[in-house]
């Protein structure tokens, strides 16, 4: 049975959040006196002399248009990591609590459990790439806060098994992290439309995949109101910039040009693994639902290097387990990609 309470740090059970004064303040205004800015504005323009909103409220409304899911389930962070990283702080005492992940999975996902001196379990995916069930099973005791599920996954591009996810979702009492930053890109159905059946689900989306907004760091956790409220307890006051928030609704409000975006993409992820499949140096290409490829190639490292040399920046993965001998390369453009399958096709020669 999950409960939060129970799951809750005591330190942030008894938190009493840092109140802003535009927490404080509700309604309209001409004239601002509460929060000590400068008056008489700023180099750049007056309205960047005020502090954002601290709960972003207009983004997450156009975010609750688009996803279905009501702003109240909605929290924005500098990017995924400081969503890792806050339920780290909220829920895990330090050198006391573990959690468990499945690698070759995201990275962050260990290094913020390390800054936060968390200890983290490995339920080393099957050689399918799937989750091994039994072995996270038999890694859970009762200082396991939270487990880790990237799909698709990074590094190996696939998605997990949805009823193995739920299986999980059922039957552990603590908090299940989905990362969907590549949703996007597959077929597959999102979590966020299984919150109310599961109030121990987090789901992560991002800014930075299908909507093209890597520099803008803005990513998304959605889960219960519950949960959210912890978010909002734990966070900076102000940790979406002004900036930040108005750039993110314009993308908001082109949801017609990135679909266009994310169909050309897959077309071109498509046509791509086609490419390199039939380049003799090629081992194996992974099946994708991400906005790149697991590639199996003979000297992987070697590979990596010579393509350094022309130029081209691919991800070395030959040393990550089960992704032996393998490079992770990023759909580029039409352009990049023809490239990218040239300087290969020279390397074969």
């Known amino acids: 049975m999950f409960d939060l309470d129970r799951l809750l740090r005591d330190n942030i059970r008894r938190l009493v959040p840092y109140s802003s004064a535009r927490d404080e303040f509700k309604g309209e205004a001409q004239v601002f006196l509460d929060a000590n800015e400068n008056s008489l504005g700023s180099p750049l323009t007056r309205w960047y002399n005020r502090y954002p909103d601290p709960h972003q409220w207009k983004v997450k409304e156009a975010i609750s248009k688009i996803k279905g899911i009501p702003p109240q389930h909605i929290f924005l962070g500098n990017g995924s990591d400081e969503c890792i990283d806050l339920l780290y702080r909220a829920f895990c005492i330090p050198g006391k609590d573990n959690v468990i992940i499945n690698p070759p999975t995201y990275g962050m996902y260990e290094v913020s459990a390390n800054i936060n001196d968390v200890e983290v379990r490995r339920a080393v995916l099957l050689d399918d790439f799937q989750l091994d069930l039994v072995h996270l099973e038999n890694l859970v005791d009762e200082n396991t806060k939270m487990i880790w599920i990237c799909s698709p996954n990074n590094p190996t591009a696939n998605s997990m098994n949805r009823q193995d996810i739920e299986i999980v979702l059922n039957n552990f009492p603590g908090v299940v992290v ?120 003979n000297n992987a ?12 920046v691919v991800r070395d993965r030959s040393k990550v387990e089960l992704c032996e001998g393998c490079l992770r390369i990023t759909v580029g453009t039409e352009k990049e990609n023809a490239e990218l399958v040239e300087a290969l096709r020279a390397l074969s020669r």
């Open 178 to 297: 989905v990362d969907e930053a590549y949703i996007n890109f597959s077929r597959h159905k999102s979590f966020i439309q299984e919150l109310s059946d599961y109030p121990n689900l987090v789901v992560l989306q991002t800014m930075s995949k299908a909507w093209g907004l890597a520099g803008l760091r803005m990513g998304m956790a959605f889960a219960s109101e519950a949960i959210i409220d912890v978010y909002n307890k734990v966070k900076p006051p102000y940790n979406i910039s002004q900036v930040n928030q108005e750039l993110a609704l314009q993308a908001l409000e082109e949801v017609g040009q990135v679909n266009d975006m994310i169909r050309q993409l897959v077309t071109m992820r498509e046509q791509l693994a086609t490419d390199l499949a039939g380049l003799p140096l090629v081992l194996k290409v992974y099946p994708s639902d991400a906005n790149f490829l697991l590639v199996k190639m």
């Open 301 to 312: 490292r070697g590979i990596y290097e010579s393509l350094l040399e022309d130029g081209i």
